[in-house]
């Protein structure tokens, strides 16, 4: 994949078509206001595609250097937990 010409969440806006249940858009404007229907769209779209990015490295770097190890995984739940010393590096050493 090429890099794109503008990184998720920048860039100009482009007027879209978008199609979706009339249940789930009335929740949208009940939550948002008409007037940020879009940025809160806007907003989910991008989480969705960082996190399908994030799984996609992860798989990437398993297929190069093997599962992750019991070790490893402890560390990335303290580290996304915000708990616990995660000074300690991985068996892997895949610097990027």
Same mark, same amino acid.
């Given at each position: 994949?090429?890099?794109?010409?503008?990184?998720?969440?920048?860039?100009?806006?482009?007027?879209?078509?978008?199609?979706?249940?009339?249940?789930?858009?009335?929740?949208?404007?009940? *939550?948002?206001?008409? #007037?940020?229907?879009?940025?809160? *769209?806007?907003?989910?779209?991008?989480? #969705?595609?960082?996190? %399908?990015?994030?799984?996609?490295? *992860?798989?990437?770097?398993?297929? #190069?250097?093997?599962?992750?190890?019991?070790?490893?995984?402890?560390?990335?739940?303290?580290?996304?937990?915000? %708990?616990?010393?995660?000074?300690?590096?991985?068996?892997?050493?895949?610097?990027?």
């Amino acid at each position: 994949m090429s890099d794109p010409e503008h990184p998720i969440g920048s860039g100009p806006s482009v007027r879209v078509s978008l199609s979706l249940p009339e249940g789930t858009a009335e929740a949208v404007r009940a *939550i948002t206001g008409k #007037r940020e229907f879009s940025a809160y *769209i806007a907003e989910a779209v991008e989480h #969705r595609l960082r996190a %399908e990015l994030i799984a996609q490295d *992860i798989a990437d770097y398993q297929e #190069r250097y093997g599962s992750f190890s019991d070790e490893e995984r402890a560390w990335a739940r303290r580290a996304l937990s915000g %708990e616990g010393d995660t000074s300690g590096s991985s068996d892997h050493g895949a610097a990027a």
